[in-house]
């Protein structure tokens, strides 16, 4: 459990809650979202922010894309506004689940794909899960806890106090479209033991987590950013399941726990409320049964999981009047302040329940060291601390340790070192330009490669080319880039897709198959003699994926999940790597 504050900083929250007006402490619950990049001083999107935080009194924001000295640079911004005349410091938090590379980073230079820099992006969390299903358990912890440090101070270093994660969901439906590899895995214990180290990790280095997305969004086929998913489990079944790992970064600390937009209706029945904004879930369960005192954050309310089924302002007042205490990406900060001012005013919202609510936001503060210490930092010292060498070999550590080798019939891996025709086929979005580049040029450093790109877009052509190419390969490498993205609402690949590649098996290609992403894909694959799995597209675990085909490091995964119907969790083959 979290430690009480010291005196000094209890003495700040105090004072600082006293002096606040109503529309002030109303204030503090809001925390819009804003990009982090670069952003002139005289443009539209600065006016915004001034707005929010001169005129409406936001008590923080939620900071997306950006690079390292952007995001330094607007957040002092930010502060510098929010603390003059003796103003009250921001809070600031990102979604850095797997490392500040999953929001300070990923820009690159068009037409060549030239990555630009940024935060150290490290595997997604299934990929850690494949740590732990080693014999090294412990060790997995440690990693965890020492990915999960870094991320703390690269998120400090440029302004941020407060990551929303770890995800505590546990990932039990093969076809969930928004959680999947985000998860630590399918076994309740094990994602908790898992979650609470990367609490404990972030935490040692100054920065709150947040666990999401409560009360468990593991078992839906919707993606809540589109819908709202109904789960018809009862709570004997959350007790068992969804809500152990919640209750272990409650154990562990965990600053914050988000809401999901989900409606649980075997317990709320068929008019069941989004979780957002259910009293049950997020009073009764979470504070009295579960005994979380820390900040409960919405999920962002722009999403369709809430914002289809209530008016704007509306959905804000339910989800406080359910016990929530932030009010995150509402649709108009201005407007959901007066709302609930008007709420109080009418005695539909009682003073006790906003001040109670500013209170946590303000105690979360002064557990950033905010009531003591300059919100300000350095961007001359940004350089020092974000993405260093030590930091992303970290991250390629991990990546080469995840690698899961599921299947290998005719015991192709590693491949030969002599030098071999290999045809890599990149199965991607059209707009996840990144897929393949690493991957390829890591199997170029030793082979001939010809590359293929196909999408859910391809047509009989592309096809054809595909089966023309095959034939004068040594070796085919089908490569699947399939991670949960936003508003999608699929990570599996096309019919014709699977069939092709099944009848390239059944005309005796040589052929492996890679999931750089969704590892349920090998469902639609049946057949596939070889199938590895490195979790993320990102370049870190394409080099990883790579270097393991190659025989140039070790492969010592173990599912984290089951992939039925042949593959339970815990399996996988070893490789070593050759002298």
């Not at 309740?188 to 969004?217: D, F, M, N, S």
């Not at 906003?354 to 557990?367: C, F, H, M, T």
């Not at 919100?375 to 260093?388: F, I, W």
């Not at 196909?454 to 023309?468: C, F, H, I, K, N």
Request: glycine share 8%; with cysteine.
């Amino acid at each position: 459990m979290r430690p009480a504050l010291d005196t000094d900083a209890q003495a700040w929250v105090d004072a600082t809650l006293a002096r606040l007006t109503l529309p002030e402490q109303v204030g503090q619950l809001l925390m819009p979202w804003l990009l982090g990049g670069y952003t002139a001083r005289d443009s539209a999107a600065f006016d915004r922010l001034a707005r929010w935080v001169e005129d409406d009194k936001v008590g923080g924001l939620l900071v997306s894309v950006g690079t390292p000295h952007s995001y330094a640079a607007l957040t002092n911004a930010a502060q510098e506004m929010a603390t003059q005349d003796d103003g009250v410091p921001l809070l600031v938090a990102s979604d850095m689940e797997n490392g500040t590379g999953m929001r300070i980073a990923r820009t690159y230079a068009l037409p060549y794909v030239l990555p630009l820099g940024g935060g150290t992006l490290f595997p997604p969390m299934m990929a850690l899960g494949a740590l732990a299903n080693t014999t090294a358990s412990d060790g997995a912890e440690a990693q965890v806890e020492a990915m999960a440090a870094v991320l703390a101070r690269e998120a400090r270093a440029v302004g941020v106090h407060m990551t929303f994660g770890p995800v505590a969901d546990v990932n039990v439906n093969p076809v969930n479209p928004i959680i999947s590899t985000r998860s630590f895995g399918e076994n309740p214990e094990a994602v908790g033991r898992l979650a609470a180290a990367y609490v404990r990790g972030a935490q040692r280095e100054g920065l709150l987590t947040c666990g999401k997305h409560y009360p468990g969004h593991g078992d839906t086929a919707l993606d809540t950013h589109l819908d709202t998913p109904a789960i018809p489990h009862g709570m004997a079944r959350l007790d068992a399941v969804e809500l152990p790992p919640f209750q272990s970064v409650i154990d562990a600390g965990a600053d914050g726990i988000m809401t999901a937009h989900i409606a649980v209706t075997g317990v709320e029945g068929p008019d069941a409320p989004p979780a957002t904004c259910s009293r049950f879930f997020l009073t009764d369960v979470l504070r009295g049964q579960m005994g979380f005192d820390g900040l409960v954050f919405t999920d962002a309310l722009n999403m369709g999981g809430v914002a289809g089924i209530y008016d704007p302002d509306e959905l804000a007042l339910r989800a406080l009047e359910a016990g929530a205490d932030v009010l995150t990406y509402p649709h108009d900060a201005r407007a959901v302040r007066q709302a609930v001012v008007r709420a109080v005013e009418s005695g539909r919202l009682s003073l006790e329940r906003i001040a109670a609510s500013a209170r946590r936001v303000l105690e979360a503060k002064a557990r950033a060291g905010l009531h003591a210490r300059s919100p300000m930092v350095s961007l001359d010292a940004v350089g020092s601390v974000v993405a260093t060498r030590a930091h992303r070999a970290l991250a390629a550590t991990l990546a080469a340790q995840s690698v899961t080798l599921v299947r290998d019939a005719h015991a192709v891996l590693p491949l030969p070192a002599e030098r071999q025709h290999i045809l890599s086929v990149t199965y991607a979005d059209p707009e996840d330009l990144p897929a393949g580049h690493a991957f390829d040029a890591v199997l170029a450093e030793v082979h001939a490669v010809t590359s293929l790109r196909l999408d859910a877009r391809s047509g009989a052509e592309a096809y054809d080319r595909l089966r023309r190419r095959a034939a004068d390969a040594d070796l085919v490498v089908v490569t699947l880039y399939l991670s949960p993205r936003n508003f999608k609402g699929s990570v599996g690949a096309t019919a014709r897709f699977a069939r092709t590649v099944s009848d390239l098996i059944g005309m005796g290609f040589p052929l492996v198959v890679v999931a750089c992403g969704n590892p349920y894909v090998l469902s639609s694959l049946p057949d596939v003699p070889a199938y590895l799995l490195a979790w993320g597209g990102d370049a870190v675990c394409q080099k990883a994926a790579a270097r393991a085909l190659l025989g140039h490091a070790p492969i010592t995964g173990r599912l984290p999940i089951s992939l039925p119907p042949n593959h339970v969790r815990g399996t996988g083959l070893d490789r070593e790597a050759p002298p």
